[in-house]
């Protein structure tokens, strides 16, 4: 539709500058691939020496994993970055429940109030407990260092098919 109304002299040029198979060996593309660490991926921030916040995962054959971490990386970023079972669905904005983790009681109440979203969320959690987050919702600060979480053995995605 573009080219009828564009004038023809105009047309020439701009066909002059769209690749052809007959041309397209001509051309010299140069393609950039780039790799990431695979602390990069989930956003994860590594530790400044003396800084080092600390988590521990419970995973779900009852072992665990302890990470040394920044303030302010998310739970989610964090086990996601360390190749932990924690889909994170939705990319970590709080409109899934794939991310759900049991938060040890001693650390739950040093926790921020979950938010509205947060709580329509964790409804839809399978396994759900008292004491119950979304791991994107939780962001390392000094108060919740050493905190343990728990995944929980099943999570649930739900899907706009769930509603039918
Ligand atoms: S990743 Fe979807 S709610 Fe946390």
Do not use: W
């Amino acid at each position: 539709m573009f080219r009828y109304l564009v004038k023809s002299s105009t047309l020439v040029k701009y066909n002059k500058s769209i690749p052809t198979f007959k041309n397209f060996n001509r051309l010299n593309f140069k393609s950039n691939f780039t790799t990431t660490t695979l602390l990069n991926h989930g956003h994860l921030h590594p530790p400044k020496k003396g800084e080092e916040l600390y988590i521990t995962f419970v995973l779900k054959d009852g072992s665990q994993k302890k990470y040394a971490v920044s303030e302010g990386d998310s739970v989610l970023d964090i086990a996601q970055g360390n190749n932990l079972d924690m889909e994170g669905a939705c990319g970590g904005s709080c409109a899934c429940s794939t991310c759900h983790v049991i938060v040890d009681p001693e650390y739950y109440d040093k926790l921020e109030e979950p938010t509205d979203d947060e709580d329509d969320m964790l409804d839809l959690a399978y396994g759900l407990t008292e004491t119950s987050r979304l791991g994107c919702c939780i962001h390392m600060n000094k108060e919740i260092n050493n905190i343990r979480v728990a995944l929980p053995q099943m999570t649930r995605n739900v899907k706009s098919s769930d509603f039918e």
